[in-house]
C-alpha cells in the first residue's frame, strides 16, 4: 500500500467517538488509498480523502480510549504536529442539546437538530464548565475562555454564516448529503432518524419531580433545525439536570459536549454538533448515529461553501490511489499517470479560470527570474481554456486558428536557410507530426557542437508544422531556474492553473507535467539546449504531444549508447526506467 503525504492535506476533521468518524468517512466523496507513514511516538493513525474538493484527513480517538477533554486535546496536538499545511479544522460530533422553552425567542432543541458554536452576548462560543470555582450560593462560576472562538478561521465562521442566511431552512442546505448516507451501515445499525416518537424531554418542578414536556410535532420539512450559540465544554459527563439548568441559564448555552475546550488548547475548530440527548439522567445512545450523521452533514455544507483555490483534488486518481509528490510509494510516472487522469476529465476546471496576466506578476520562489527581461509571455487566441474541446478524440487536421496557445520562443532567424542535411525526422512527412490516436509523447533528440543550428533547424520544423497543434510550448533549458519559469508558464498559458501560492517549484513543475499528459489534443514542446539528466522532470508520461530537444552534449543524449556518426539517426534508447516507455530517436547534426 501506498505511503500517503502529509503535505497536501489542509483539512482537519476531528470525530473523536467511532460513529462520528463513521459519519465522516461515509460523507467523504472519495476515499484516498494509501497510509500516513508513522514512527515511534506516534499515538495515531489517519483516515484520508476528498470532499468538496479539498484533501481532508479524519482523526479519531483510539478504540476503547476514554474521550473527553485530555483525550481530545492529545489527539488535536499530534494533528497539528502531523499535518504541516493544515488551511482550518472542523470538531463534529454528537452533544447533549440543551432546550430552553421559557427562553424568549423559544429554544426548542430537538434530538437530531445542530448545533454550531458561536458566542452569544457577553458569553464565549465555549465555555469550560468544568474549570472554574465554587461561588457559594451562586453556584459554578466557569473560566470564560473569551477568545476561543475568535481563534477559530475567519473563512469558517463565514461559510456558517453564509450556511445561517438560510434560517429557518438550513436543513435544505445539508439533509441531501446525510439523504446519501442515511441507509449506510454501522456496527449497530443504520443512520436513520429513531422517529420523533421516540424523542422525549422531561423537565423537573421545584421539588425536583419529573414530568413529560409536551411539544408539537414537527413537520417533515421542518424536521431538523439549527441552533446557534455558547456550546459548554467539560471533562465530565452531564447527568445532573440542576447542573444542567445552572449552566444553560447562566451562559445561554445550547449544549455540552467533552472535547472542544480541550481541542482549542491545540488547534482552532469550528465546532459543530449533533444533538443525540438532553443532558440528564435519560442518556442513551439510540439517537448518537443520526445526530453524527446530521452534523457530518451540516460540516459538509460548511466544505461546500469553501470552494479551494489549489485543487488539491487533483492528487488521486478516481480510486483513491495517491499521487503524492513526495515521490514515495508511487513512482513518477504513476503519479502523473494518476493526476492526468483526473485533469483530463476536469475541463470544467480550466473553464473557471478565463483570464490569464500577460505578464507573470511575481517571481516564482527560489528567485526563479534572474530579472524582468527573464520573463516570458504567453499569449492566447481563443477564450476556451486548452483540452476543452467538444471532442475528446485525436483528428488529423490543419487548423487555419491554431496553435492557439502558445508560451514565447526565440524567432527564426532572418538569414536562416533551408538545409540539405535536415533530419527526416524534422521533415514535413516526419510521423513526429501526425498525432492521430497518440497517446504518449514522441520525442526527437537532436545533439551536436555548439553553433550548428541545431535550435534553428527546430524552430523552422515547428514554424512549418506548427498549425497541426493546439498548443506550441518552448523551455529554454539553459539556465535550470529559467527553465522552471518556462514550464510552470506552460500551465498559466493555457490556464490550467493560475494561483502557485504555498506550493513547491517542485511541485509547480509536476502539476504541469500531469497536466500535460492529461491533454487529447495535440501539442509541441521544445527543450532548448538541455544538457543534463534533469530532463526526467520535463517529460510527461502521456498526452498527445511532440517533444523537440536539443543538446551538444553527445554522452548524455545517447544514454551512453554507441557514438552515432554525424547526419544520422537511430531510435532512442534510454538507461532509466522512467523514460524506457517513450517512443524516441535520437539526431546528430
Known amino acids: ?29 472519495q476515499k484516498h488509498r494509501g497510509q500516513f507513514a508513522v514512527s515511534r511516538g506516534d499515538d495515531y493513525v489517519f483516515h484520508a480523502g476528498s470532499m468538496c474538493g479539498h484533501n481532508i484527513v479524519i482523526a479519531t480517538l483510539p478504540a476503547g480510549q476514554e474521550y473527553g477533554t485530555g483525550s481530545a486535546a492529545a489527539l488535536a496536538s499530534q494533528v497539528r504536529k502531523s499535518f504541516p499545511n493544515l488551511w482550518f479544522s472542523l470538531l463534529v460530533g454528537v452533544a447533549a442539546g440543551l432546550p430552553n422553552l421559557s427562553r424568549r425567542p423559544r429554544r426548542d432543541i430537538r434530538l437530531g437538530d445542530v448545533l ?28 470564560r475562555l473569551g477568545n476561543v472562538l475568535a481563534q477559530t478561521e475567519t473563512i469558517v465562521r463565514s461559510a456558517i454564516g453564509k450556511i445561517r442566511l438560510h434560517a429557518p431552512h438550513e436543513s435544505e442546505v445539508f439533509f441531501p448529503f446525510y439523504k446519501k448516507i442515511r441507509n449506510e451501515q454501522h456496527e ?23 414530568y413529560t414536556v409536551m411539544r408539537e410535532r414537527r413537520s417533515t420539512h421542518r424536521r431538523t433545525r439549527v441552533w446557534y450559540g455558547p456550546i459548554g465544554s467539560g471533562e465530565k459527563l452531564m447527568r445532573n439536570f440542576r447542573q444542567r439548568n445552572q449552566l444553560r441559564d447562566k451562559y445561554d448555552l445550547v449544549g455540552l459536549e467533552m472535547e472542544a475546550a480541550g481541542t482549542m488548547k491545540c488547534i482552532p475548530v469550528g465546532v459543530i454538533r449533533g444533538v443525540c440527548d438532553y443532558g440528564d439522567e435519560h442518556k ?27 485543487q488539491d483534488e487533483v492528487l488521486f486518481s478516481s480510486d483513491g490511489q495517491s499521487a503524492n509528490y513526495s515521490g514515495r510509494g508511487v513512482d513518477s510516472i504513476q503519479q502523473d499517470h494518476f493526476l492526468s487522469q483526473y485533469l483530463s476529465s476536469m475541463p470544467s476546471r480550466c473553464a473557471k479560470r478565463r483570464h490569464i496576466a500577460d505578464e507573470l506578476d511575481s517571481d516564482l520562489e527560489g528567485g526563479l527570474y534572474k530579472s524582468s527581461s527573464d520573463r516570458r509571455r504567453s499569449r492566447r487566441y481563443n477564450s476556451l481554456p486548452f483540452g476543452s474541446a467538444s471532442s475528446s478524440e485525436n483528428v488529423e487536421t490543419s487548423n487555419t486558428r491554431w496553435p492557439e496557445y502558445q508560451t514565447e520562443r526565440p524567432p527564426l532567424s532572418a538569414n536562416y536557410l533551408d538545409r540539405s542535411d535536415t533530419p527526416p525526422q524534422l521533415l514535413p512527412g516526419s510521423e513526429i507530426w501526425r498525432t492521430v490516436n497518440r497517446r504518449t509523447p514522441w520525442t526527437v533528440f537532436v545533439y551536436g557542437l555548439s553553433g550548428v543550428g541545431k535550435s534553428q533547424m527546430c524552430l523552422k ?11 506550441v510550448f518552448y523551455i529554454d533549458a539553459s539556465d535550470r531556474a ?57 517529460l510527461p508520461s502521456g498526452g498527445c504531444g511532440t517533444i523537440l530537444i536539443t543538446s551538444n552534449n553527445a554522452t548524455w543524449a545517447t544514454g551512453y549508447h554507441t557514438q552515432i556518426p554525424r547526419n544520422t539517426s537511430m531510435p532512442m534508447k534510454f538507461d532509466w526506467p522512467e523514460l524506457s516507455q517513450f517512443k524516441s530517436s535520437v539526431v546528430c547534426l
Not at 449497530?188 to 432518524?193: L, V
Not at 520544423?461 to 498548443?471: D, N, P, T, V, W
Request: aromatic share 12%; hydrophobic share 40%; with cysteine.
Open 461 to 471: 520544423a515547428i514554424l512549418e508544422q506548427q498549425h497541426r497543434f493546439r498548443g
Open 284 to 310: 442513551n445512545k439510540e439517537w448518537q448515529p443520526y445526530a453524527a450523521a446530521m452534523a457530518a452533514a451540516y460540516a459538509k455544507a460548511v466544505l461546500q461553501e469553501i470552494l479551494p483555490d489549489r
Open 482 to 538: 529559467i527553465a522552471y519559469s518556462n514550464y510552470v508558464e506552460i500551465s498559466r498559458a493555457c490556464e490550467a492553473q493560475h494561483h502557485w501560492e504555498g506550493i513547491s517549484v517542485d511541485e509547480r513543475i509536476r502539476i504541469t507535467r500531469a497536466w500535460l499528459a492529461s491533454q487529447n489534443e495535440p501539442w509541441l514542446l521544445m527543450i532548448d539546449n538541455m544538457d543534463s539528466y534533469h530532463i526526467q522532470q520535463y
Open 116 to 143: 454550531v458554536a458561536l458566542p452569544e452576548g457577553e458569553t464565549a462560543g465555549l465555555v469550560a464548565y468544568d474549570l472554574g470555582k465554587d461561588i457559594g450560593d451562586d453556584g459554578f462560576r466557569p473560566l
Open 188 to 210: 449497530a445499525g443504520n443512520f436513520k432518524d429513531p422517529g420523533q416518537n421516540n424523542d422525549t424531554y422531561y423537565e423537573f418542578d421545584q421539588h425536583g419531580g419529573e
Open 1 to 29: 500500500m501506498s505511503e500517503l503525504d502529509r503535505n497536501l492535506y489542509t483539512v482537519a476533521w476531528i470525530a473523536p467517538l467511532y460513529i462520528e468518524a463513521k459519519a465522516a468517512l461515509l460523507m467523504l466523496d
